[in-house]
Each structure stands twice: as C-alpha cells, then as structure tokens.
C-alpha cells in the first residue's frame, strides 16, 4: 500500500499510528499489552490455525444480524463524511498492520470491515474494527460494532468525546484491577455494549 518495505524505523511510525489509534473506542486489553507487538518473534498462524480463524471469524460475523441495504448506504454515505477522521486513522493503522504482516484474517460485518491481528489492540475506528485474535468472539465484535455506532452519532467529535474517555478509562484500568473489574458498566463502554447488542 505505500510501497515501501518495513524497516526498523518504519517500527516507530507504525507505533505512532497505534497510538493515536488507541484513543477511539479501546478496551482495557489492548492499553495493558502496551497495544504493539512488532517483534520478529510473532510467528506466522500455521495453516491449521488460519483455518480455524476463519472458521471462527465466520461465526462470530453469522452471529450477527445483517443490515438493509438502505441502511448500509446511508451509514457508507455517513463514514465517508461525518465519520472521515476516526476512518483516516483506522485506514492508517490497517495500512501499518499490512506493512508489518500482522493481519490474521479479516471479514465483512455490515458496512464494517473486522480486522484480527497478532497485534494486541483492539479499537473500533470508522468502519474498521480491529481486534486481537485472543479477543475474536462475537460479544468483542457487538461491542467495537456498538462504537461505530456512537460514531455516527457524534461524528468527527467521536474521538473527543468516546475515544478520550476510553482511553483514560483504559490508562486507570492497567494500575487498577479493581477500576478495570467494572470497566464496562461505565460510558462510553455500557453504551457501546447496549448499542452492539452485548449480553
């Protein structure tokens, strides 16, 4: 995508771009890893494992309900407008994970492209939800799902407002097992539980 190879240096803009990516719509278990793994020592999925991603990654996406077409164009209208800077950094960090080979396998939900990656960050940004393979279930996916939902509610302010809280909320939460242990009873997470359908 931007034609050049990953270097060390590349490393650095890579984690530049995660975190900034971290500020909208991050769950505790990214902040707590530190939200970058670009070691040479993240192996490759072997292709037993690839299949079983994409077995899982298929039923997580079955899992939920699909949208009108009406409703995915004016949401696809929405993204490209009222929502273009959460989808500037999410088309930036898939662009990083490409560089760097960390992308397991991706899949359609909607007008949202789910993104697992070997990196440990799991963020909703515009229409990409990107999480960790550890974090591949459907209630991860109906709660990034439910993020992009507040997005088009607030728009460019989404960052703001949502991301900067989940941010601070995910920072206290590393130092605070006991804050984490209700991390997703407080806004903007209940919020985005409730709207992602979450039990």
């Given at each position: 995508?931007?034609?050049?190879?990953?270097?060390?240096?590349?490393?650095?803009?890579?984690?530049?771009?995660?975190?900034?990516?971290?500020?909208?719509?991050?769950?505790?278990?990214?902040?707590?890893?530190?939200?970058?793994?670009?070691?040479?020592?993240?192996?490759?999925?072997?292709?037993?494992?690839?299949?079983?991603?994409?077995?899982?990654?298929?039923?997580?996406?079955?899992?939920?309900?699909?949208?009108?077409?009406?409703?995915?164009?004016?949401?696809?209208?929405?993204?490209?407008?009222?929502?273009?800077?959460?989808?500037?950094?999410?088309?930036?960090?898939?662009?990083?994970?490409?560089?760097?080979?960390?992308?397991?396998?991706?899949?359609?939900?909607?007008?949202?492209?789910?993104?697992?990656?070997?990196?440990?960050?799991?963020?909703?940004?515009?229409?990409?939800?990107?999480?960790?393979?550890?974090?591949l279930t459907e209630q991860y996916v109906r709660h990034e799902y439910g993020h992009t939902l507040q997005g088009y509610e607030h728009g460019p302010f989404f960052l703001l407002?949502?991301?900067?809280?989940?941010?601070?909320?995910?920072?206290?939460?590393?130092?605070?097992?006991?804050?984490?242990?209700?991390?997703?009873?407080?806004?903007?997470?209940?919020?985005?539980?409730?709207?992602?359908?979450?039990?």
């Amino acid at each position: 995508m931007f034609g050049y190879a990953v270097s060390m240096k590349t490393e650095g803009y890579v984690l530049i771009f995660c975190l900034v990516a971290i500020a909208a719509g991050l769950g505790p278990y990214g902040c707590a890893s530190a939200a970058v793994s670009t070691s040479s020592s993240d192996a490759k999925s072997t292709p037993q494992e690839s299949a079983h991603m994409e077995r899982t990654l298929s039923s997580v996406i079955a899992g939920i309900s699909p949208i009108s077409s009406e409703l995915r164009a004016r949401r696809n209208i929405a993204q490209a407008t009222f929502c273009l800077p959460q989808n500037v950094l999410g088309i930036l960090l898939y662009g990083a994970l490409q560089l760097c080979d960390a992308i397991e396998d991706v899949g359609q939900v909607n007008e949202v492209t789910v993104v697992v990656s070997r990196w440990l960050i799991g963020v909703s940004l515009g229409r990409y939800i990107f999480l960790p393979t550890s974090f591949l279930t459907e209630q991860y996916v109906r709660h990034e799902y439910g993020h992009t939902l507040q997005g088009y509610e607030h728009g460019p302010f989404f960052l703001l407002l949502e991301g900067s809280a989940s941010l601070i909320q995910a920072i206290i939460s590393v130092f605070s097992p006991t804050y984490a242990s209700r991390y997703y009873e407080r806004w903007p997470e209940d919020e985005a539980n409730a709207l992602g359908g979450v039990n």
